[in-house]
Nanobody, 116 residues
Framework: QVQLVESGGGLVQPGGSLRLSCSAS????????MNWYRQAAGKERELVAG????????KYVDSVKGRFTISRDNTKNTVYLQMNSLKPEDTAVYYC?????????WGKGTLVTVSS
């Protein structure tokens, strides 16, 4: 079965950095587009970044451009989100996502809290 398992969240001060990881299994990871979404308290889930089967096909929401970098390691079936210059408004649960077998697939999420 498809599994997406996020890790790497935590508490960080404004201006700090975190790297999120998403370990995938149960589908041919290397050929599937992978996304990171986030959902802040009381807000809708939003797409943060996406990456195709080659790393130079990444896309970002405007609010994270220049601060976040999505990447993937197809040998490890893992997608990453490097987050730098974090701001309090980046506080959210971050979810890994792919669309496989006609269904959106989600991990359980990892909480990122940016606070002093």
């Amino acid at each position: 079965q498809v599994q997406l398992v996020e890790s790497g969240g935590g508490l960080v001060q404004p201006g700090g950095s975190l790297r999120l990881s998403c370990s995938a299994s149960g589908f041919p990871f290397s050929i599937y587009y992978m996304n990171w979404y986030r959902q802040a308290a009381g807000k809708e889930r939003e797409l943060v970044a996406g990456i195709g089967s080659v790393s130079n096909s990444a896309k970002y929401v405007d609010s994270v451009k220049g601060r976040f970098t999505i990447s993937r390691d197809n040998t490890k079936n893992t997608v990453y989100l490097q987050m730098n210059s974090l701001k309090p408004e980046d506080t959210a649960v971050y979810y890994c996502n792919t669309y496989y077998g006609g269904i959106n697939r989600w991990g359980k999420g990892t909480l990122v809290t940016v606070s002093s």
